[in-house]
């Protein structure tokens, strides 16, 4: 399958230690972001999102922070297994007050977790 | 399926031959979004769908793109006169209600122009 990860940060850690990947957005405006796991010849896979009325939210082994002072949105993978190993993009949503589907997506980060 | 579907999964293409790419998404979610994603980089946006109605198309790189969702189900994007910076994957989202909550994506179509 193609490879998504050419060029891209790299996240090494080792199997069952908590991963942290960041994420710095750049629109004010943005009201909704979620993260996406993509693995080699997939599409993007949902993980999470997070709207900008909250500035944390957790899910099954992940929790998202969202700081709108600083713009900065990150993924915490509690006990990181080798399945999560992949690219990680944070997407945005900026309120345009009109059409809702213009997701802005960040150049990804590649999770690699050693067994 | 349960999931995004499309077809076909790789297309090559020469230079100047025009593609159509399918996409079903998943029953009954009311929108519907293209995307490009070219080798190592984030999906970029191309358009979207809110049933039938082509809602926003600002993504769209040139007049040689057009998409089309006729009944406000499956959905084409149609590339007149390939070129080879058309070279990238294209991916298609659905979601259930209006606007991007929990999109969910097809594995894509892999367009190579030669």
């Known amino acids: 399958g193609e490879s998504v990860g050419l060029h891209l940060p790299t996240l090494s850690v080792q199997e069952g230690d908590n991963s942290i990947i960041n994420c710095a957005y750049s629109?004010?405006?943005?009201?909704?972001f979620i993260w996406y796991k993509q693995e080699s010849g997939k599409g993007p896979q949902f993980i999470i999102d997070?709207?900008?009325?909250?500035d944390k939210r957790q899910g099954q082994r992940v929790t998202v922070l969202l700081n709108k002072t600083v713009k900065h949105l990150s993924l915490q993978i509690a006990a990181t297994q080798p399945g999560d190993s992949a690219v990680y993009f944070c997407a945005e949503n900026i309120d345009y007050g009109g059409s809702q589907g213009n997701l802005i997506f960040g150049k990804g980060t590649k999770l690699s977790v050693k067994p | 399926g349960a999931g995004v579907s499309q077809s076909p999964r790789y297309k090559v293409a020469k230079r100047g031959q025009d593609v159509a790419l399918r996409c079903d998404p998943i029953s009954g979610h009311v929108s519907l979004f293209w995307y490009q994603q070219a080798l190592g980089q984030g999906p970029e946006f191309l358009t979207y769908f809110q049933n039938e109605a082509q809602l926003d198309k600002s993504g769209l790189p040139s007049d040689r793109f057009f998409a089309e969702r006729p009944e406000g189900s499956v959905s084409t994007l149609k590339i007149q006169r390939t070129q080879q910076e058309d070279s990238a994957v294209y991916l298609c989202?659905?979601?259930?209600?209006?606007?991007?909550?929990?999109?969910?994506f097809g594995q894509g179509t892999r367009l190579t122009v030669v």
């Open positions: 997070i709207r900008s009325n909250m």
């Open positions: 629109n004010s405006a943005s009201d909704y």
């Open positions: 989202a659905s979601s259930l209600r209006e606007g991007n909550t929990e999109a969910f």
